[in-house]
């Protein structure tokens, strides 16, 4: 019990680390300059007067705006604070921590420069106007940390609106990473896909995601049971019936699975799964060893709430489980967002796509799985690490072909083009963070005497 709690303790250390250097630092990005300024005549040319001829040309002809300025590397992250990390409706002042650090991530793991937009409404139609209005200044648009069901809505819509890429991390992002970390895993413990088991604890926007990207890869709606805060999902629900235009997604859940219609909570919904897909809320006592210990040989958990797991892994293990994943990077098997969207902007920026298709992100859980394939699976290493550089290149080139094979990319380049550009570019802003370390122009991290 006490290296239990040992364990859990420093887990709850790096919440307290974090606080007193978002404090420090007084966030995490800034915006820098990508020319040089030889002296201050440069000015005449990077503004006034010299800037208008960059003004015509775009004029002129639209698409030159992606070769006159930043907008084809540059991603909004639009969030109404209304769903964060597994905070809950916390607002968006208090959203804008976690955008800051998406775009940290972009920067740093994919050569994207993103920029925080936390949005002061609730109201689906005011979001999608908000974002169509930001249009003109982005490449692209990541959704993030809003509410369902209206974050269903505002995808759609604004998926069929506009003529640049958008996607919902909490939605694609979340179901493309589990699919690789799930494809991994299976291979470990050698069950096939489409004989397994699975039982999804969670039925917000991350597991809809995923229910739907296992339908895509052969995994029979028979085959799952999914279980929200109200018990197990099936066509006996009349709760979720009765707002199915609302819920539209989680009523084809009801009536397409659990078609024995078996009552219960978490424990029911595990018992005899191979697998548990968790994205539910902050643990850890939200899935009991007891439940796992009912599952099927060899369990696969992924207990992927944030900032704490619905179990922590140690428990899980303890109960029987073989392959543990959570959502945190200070636990083996991280199954982090982090894993996909850098990358898979990385390419759909690359050849300039209009929109994202689910093949791309099929393509970018392929990308991924991969890399950690080639790295040697074993239990507790199923996916690779966030900061290996051969994820979002491998991702980008994936995504960058998928785009083209759809006919959704601008730009016709070839895989080796599309490995040089990523490469080259995400090479360059790891080395820039560097020289700022280097030289001091990023602080030094005080010391607290303590370590995590």
Not at 28 to 42: A, E, G, L, S, Y
Not at 158 to 179: C, F, N, R, S, Y
Not at 332 to 348: E, K, T
Request: hydrophobic content about 45%; aromatic content about 6%.
């Amino acid at each position: 019990m006490a290296n239990r709690d040992e364990r859990a303790r420093k887990a709850g250390q790096a919440s307290e680390e974090a606080l007193r250097l978002h404090r420090f630092y007084r966030g995490k990005i800034q915006m820098m300059p990508k020319c040089p300024i030889r002296d201050f005549n440069d000015f005449a040319l990077w503004y006034t007067p010299g800037v208008a001829a960059s003004s015509r040309a775009v004029h002129a002809d639209a698409d030159a705006v992606y070769e006159q300025t930043n907008r084809g590397n540059t991603v909004a992250v639009v969030s109404d604070g209304t769903r964060v990390l597994g905070l809950g409706d916390i607002g968006p002042e208090a959203a804008m921590p976690v955008m800051e650090g998406k775009a940290l991530l972009f920067k740093y793991l994919g050569a994207v420069d993103a920029v925080p937009v936390c949005l002061g409404t609730r109201d689906p139609d005011s979001i999608v106007q908000a974002v169509k209005w930001l249009q003109p200044s982005f490449g692209g648009i990541n959704l993030e940390d809003i509410s369902q069901p209206k974050c269903f809505d505002v995808l759609d819509r604004l998926k069929a609106e506009l003529q640049i890429p958008v996607w919902h991390d909490d939605q694609q992002g979340t179901a493309m990473v589990a699919l690789a970390g799930l494809l991994n895993a299976l291979k470990v413990v050698d069950k096939p896909l489409d004989g397994v088991r699975i039982a999804l604890v969670g039925v917000g926007a991350a597991n809809v995601a995923t229910y739907r990207m296992l339908r895509a890869h052969g995994v029979p709606s028979e085959a799952v049971i999914a279980c929200d805060s109200d018990g197990t999902l099936h066509a006996g629900r009349t709760d979720i019936e009765q707002r199915q235009a609302e819920f539209r997604d989680k009523w084809r859940i009801c009536t397409e699975t659990n078609l024995d219609r078996v009552p219960g909570g978490i424990t029911q919904a595990l018992r005899g799964a191979d697998v548990c897909i968790a994205f539910s809320r902050p643990g850890p006592d939200v899935i009991s060893p007891e439940a796992v210990q009912g599952m099927a040989a060899d369990p696969i958990v992924f207990a992927c709430a944030n900032p704490v797991p619905e179990i922590w892994p140690w428990d899980a293990q303890a109960a029987g489980a073989r392959i543990v994943a959570t959502g945190r990077s200070d636990f083996p098997n991280q199954l982090n967002n982090s894993l996909g969207f850098p990358g898979l902007f990385r390419g759909v920026l690359d050849v300039r796509a209009r929109r994202i298709t689910d093949a791309m992100g099929v393509a970018a859980a392929h990308a991924l799985a991969s890399v950690a394939e080639e790295h040697g699976l074993r239990e507790d290493a199923i996916l690779p690490f966030m900061d290996d550089l051969e994820v979002p290149v491998r991702q980008a080139v994936a995504v960058g072909m998928a785009a083209q094979a759809e006919d959704a990319a601008r730009l016709t380049l070839t895989p080796e083009a599309l490995e040089r550009g990523a490469r080259e570019a995400i090479e360059d802003a790891r080395r820039a963070t560097d020289v700022l370390a280097r030289e001091k122009l990023i602080r030094p991290v005080p010391m607290t005497g303590r370590s995590l």
